[in-house]
């Protein structure tokens, strides 16, 4: 039995619409195709807030997607919270996106929090990882990161550098406490669930666009969303493929190739043009 065809799109940012401050090829032209179409954007970086992202993209030159609908791995942890730990007291280690959206659903409480929640960017340093410990130790404090990544791909003076991501971040407070932390971000499903409820969809209608196999393409086909792998960012273009991981339905070089790979496919899952 053939499936319907997909009637929204999941996109990951970093990697598919731009690296840093660079927009990728193709990004503008997706981002226009996508007006009046259901779509969400889902990504793990939990750095930067929704109006944050919508007005780099602006800064780069390219349309401005709609803040409502980028769903961060910072946003799904703290609707995650609000859901399991009412009362929630937090103490956040991590860049600013990460407060912005807990600050909406807890109170910050270093002395007596009961979950210390992990992000990436700047904030991990001895007096933060000491804080955190003892509230799990001592407290019973929760400890949650936004996601999985333990490196992610950034700029550094105009070069492309490997940055420790939220994995990594969340390491020490596994060692010294000897808690597994509970990871929110893609390859788990509930930042894809928490976009799949914002549409209204089922996981079958709907198409996901990312470039990394292990978290992108994992998490998606794990809950029967289609996929699409880009290889703008993390995974190059020749790269053999992962043994072990499922293939995407699509392996585009770029989004330009991809666009016109499901404008064949699916007509009309893009506005025409
Ligand atoms: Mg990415």
């Known amino acids: 039995m053939t499936r319907p065809p997909p009637q929204a799109l999941l996109i990951d940012l970093d990697g598919v619409l731009f690296q840093g401050d660079r927009p990728l090829p193709g990004a503008a032209r997706l981002l226009g195709r996508l007006a009046g179409r259901p779509h969400c954007f889902v990504t793990n970086n939990p750095i930067r807030t929704p109006e944050q992202i919508a007005a780099a993209c602006v800064a780069m030159g390219l349309p401005r997607p709609d803040p409502r609908y980028i769903l961060t791995s910072a946003l799904a942890t703290a609707r995650w919270l609000s859901r399991e730990r009412p009362g929630l007291r937090y103490f956040a280690v991590g860049a600013g996106g990460l407060e912005a959206a807990l600050s909406a659903v807890g109170s910050r409480d270093e002395r007596d929090a009961n979950a210390v929640v992990v992000g990436e960017g700047v904030g991990l340093d ?67 669930e928490m976009a799949l409820a914002q549409l209204g969809l089922p996981a079958a209608a709907c198409l996901m666009i990312g470039d990394r196999p292990d978290t992108d393409i994992v998490g998606a086909v794990r809950l029967g969303i289609r996929t699409a792998l880009v290889r703008t960012g993390r995974f190059p273009p020749g790269r053999d493929w992962v043994a072990g991981l499922p293939r995407p339905d699509f392996d585009a070089p770029d989004l330009d190739r991809l666009i016109e790979a499901l404008d064949r496919a699916f007509p009309g899952l893009l506005t025409p043009l």
């Open 126 to 192: 001895f007096a933060t990882l000491t804080t955190g410990i003892n509230l799990i130790l001592g407290r019973g404090a929760r400890l949650i990161a936004t996601n999985p990544d333990t490196t992610v791909d950034g700029m550094r003076d105009g070069q492309r550098v490997v940055l420790p991501g939220c994995g990594a971040l969340v390491a020490p407070f596994t060692a010294a406490t000897g808690v597994t932390p509970t990871f929110i971000g893609k390859p788990e499903p509930l930042l894809y």
